[in-house]
């Protein structure tokens, strides 16, 4: 009894010899085993990926708006540097608003969305992905995350235009 009790103590304290003797156990009764290292390799995968996301470049801000439709000025911009948050208005001459802005994701408490209830478009910025959300009154929002940022520009400019904003800021300086 005390070698057995040594010997599981011995397999307990040296983590490979445990992962393999739990290996095997899962692999000859999985119907009574809770143990997965699938999951747990999946587990420690997405904490990569949040950890990335809340890596961020400080240099990456604040990222203002390069190119804009023709006739839109600036009446607005606000620039926090110690919560990361930028935000721009537009206006054309016939009053419509182009609204800008880019945040840290790590502060996002929450995000102002209109789409009275329609699914989000996946589309293509840069070669990444972004989410397009449309109203009834046909006013476009587009969300992209990008290297711990989150970008937000709305109007009721076409959809080709908004995302053309959004590709000439974001592109890379080369």
Not at 84 to 91: A, E, G, K, N, V
Request: hydrophobic fraction near 35%; include cysteine.
């Amino acid at each position: 009894m005390i070698i057995m009790m040594f010997g599981s103590m011995t397999v307990m304290a040296v983590e490979p010899i445990r992962e393999k003797v739990y290996q095997i156990i899962e692999t000859f009764f999985p119907d009574h085993t809770d143990i997965s290292f699938k999951e747990v390799k999946e587990d420690a995968q997405e904490n990569e990926t949040d950890s990335q996301t809340r890596s961020f470049n400080p240099a990456d801000f604040p990222k203002k708006l390069k190119w804009v439709p023709e006739g839109f000025e600036l009446v607005q911009e606000e620039i926090d540097s110690d919560l990361f948050y930028l935000m721009q208005t537009y206006i054309n001459p016939q009053k419509q608003y182009l609204a800008y802005d880019q945040m840290l994701l790590e502060n996002t408490n929450g995000l102002d969305l209109t789409s009275n209830g329609e699914v989000s478009k996946e589309i293509t910025i840069n070669g990444k992905t972004g989410y397009l959300f449309t109203d009834d009154d046909n006013y476009h929002i587009i969300l992209y995350m990008h290297k711990g940022f989150a970008y937000k520009i709305g109007g009721y400019l076409n959809e080709a235009d908004l995302i053309k904003c959004l590709e000439n800021t974001l592109l890379e300086n080369k």
